[in-house]
């Protein structure tokens, strides 16, 4: 998927999925739906259309239509905009061409050429959870982006100030290896979110793996206790055994979470003390030598940084200088956002900034607020 702001996404109409609330623009499938089905699923359908024009329409003008989408986004939260191939090719340059006035056609081309190539990647494999997506659209491609990046107008900007959007990472990043400031405070929150994502994600990892082997010998013996220790009938699994006490933290870990709120909400590391710290990544490290698994050293030096309320401008700039330079195996992005975000395309932002590609950079440059 696309992420345009807020919480609204933008992918094909091959992936539709209908327990998401949803606007579907496609020539195909852009209809109402049967009553009898709207109560079925958990997603409303909130508007449709045969065509980007019909939408224009319904809603006086693109900007009608977005902000639509962000006011139905504020109070249901994640929305998705299912495109066809028409559809998603005038969407994304019209909103494109708005965020980058910097840009050229080929910045744009690029941009999209790394979208496609991300989305082929992750479809069909285990980076999507559930839906995944038919490959006919993305292999026959977009068709003239330049062109219609060309003709294409964009929205109102004054408009889309007072809005005060949450971008796109990946656009803020952009903005950042460019030289530019005008949304540094978005950028830091933004990625303060994703590192706290990412090191929730590696602790609850750890922990479901650990709790898969309760009754594994081996271990019991590498991590010294027996099974005698185990009882599988607790609310909290891990009470009672030592040696996984930092996984027994009700403080952290929420003992019975929220069905369908997913891994990044049962664990809490926000102002986690520096013995949690330091207990946690100990027992993950242990938990890592026991697999035969490479040392998680080089990814935790950052836990202290993810448990506070904010990210400092100075943390930020270690963080990814490092990232730069030395990229993690996934920087600092956990795994389950890979589908949520153009990982490639930060990829590449990472090897313009490691080649001081200036010129290039300056492309990516987000609109000033001012």
């Not at 050429?113 to 995944?132: F, G, R, S, V």
């Not at 996984?244 to 403080?251: K, V």
């Not at 026991?290 to 990210?311: E, G, R, W």
């Amino acid at each position: 998927m696309l992420h345009l702001f807020n919480k609204v996404y933008m992918t094909f109409d091959d992936n539709i999925d209908c327990h998401t609330n949803r606007y579907v623009i496609s020539a195909e499938k852009g209809n109402a739906m049967h009553q009898e089905l709207q109560t079925t699923y958990r997603g409303t359908l909130l508007n449709y259309s045969h065509s980007v024009n019909a939408m224009k329409t319904k809603f006086n003008g693109m900007i009608g239509f977005f902000n639509d989408v962000r006011l139905k986004s504020n109070s249901l939260g994640k929305i998705i905009i299912y495109c066809d191939s028409q559809a998603f090719l005038e969407l994304v340059t019209i909103w494109l061409k708005t965020m980058l006035p910097f840009a050229d056609e080929d910045a744009i081309q690029k941009y999209v050429d790394i979208y496609l190539h991300h989305e082929k990647i992750i479809a069909n494999t285990q980076l999507q959870p559930t839906h995944t997506l038919d490959l006919t659209q993305l292999n026959s491609g977009l068709g003239d982006v330049k062109g219609y990046f060309r003709v294409q107008g964009a929205l109102d900007l004054d408009t889309i100030k007072e809005w005060d959007l949450n971008l796109s990472i990946e656009l803020l990043l952009g903005e950042y290896f460019a030289g530019a400031d005008t949304h540094e405070d978005k950028l830091l929150d933004t990625y303060l979110k994703f590192l706290k994502r990412f090191y929730k994600e590696v602790f609850t990892d750890a922990r479901e793996g650990a709790a898969l082997n309760l009754l594994n010998t081996n271990q019991q013996e590498a991590l010294g206790y027996t099974a005698d220790d185990v009882n599988l009938n607790a609310d909290n699994v891990f009470e009672g055994i030592t040696p996984l006490a930092p996984f027994a933290d009700s403080e952290v870990f929420v003992e019975k979470p929220t069905a369908n709120n997913g891994a990044v909400n049962i664990m809490n590391i926000d102002n986690l003390s520096s013995e949690k710290q330091t207990a946690l990544k100990e027992l993950v490290k242990d938990l890592y030598d026991f697999q035969n698994s490479p040392s998680p050293d080089y990814f935790m030096n950052h836990l202290d940084k993810a448990v506070k309320s904010t990210l400092s401008k100075s943390d930020f700039d270690t963080i990814i200088t490092e990232t730069v330079n030395s990229p993690s195996s996934l920087s600092y992005i956990p795994r389950f956002d890979i589908g949520n975000i153009n990982y490639s395309f930060l990829q590449y932002l990472f090897s313009l900034k490691k080649s001081d590609d200036t010129d290039t950079l300056g492309k990516y440059r987000l609109f000033a607020n001012s």
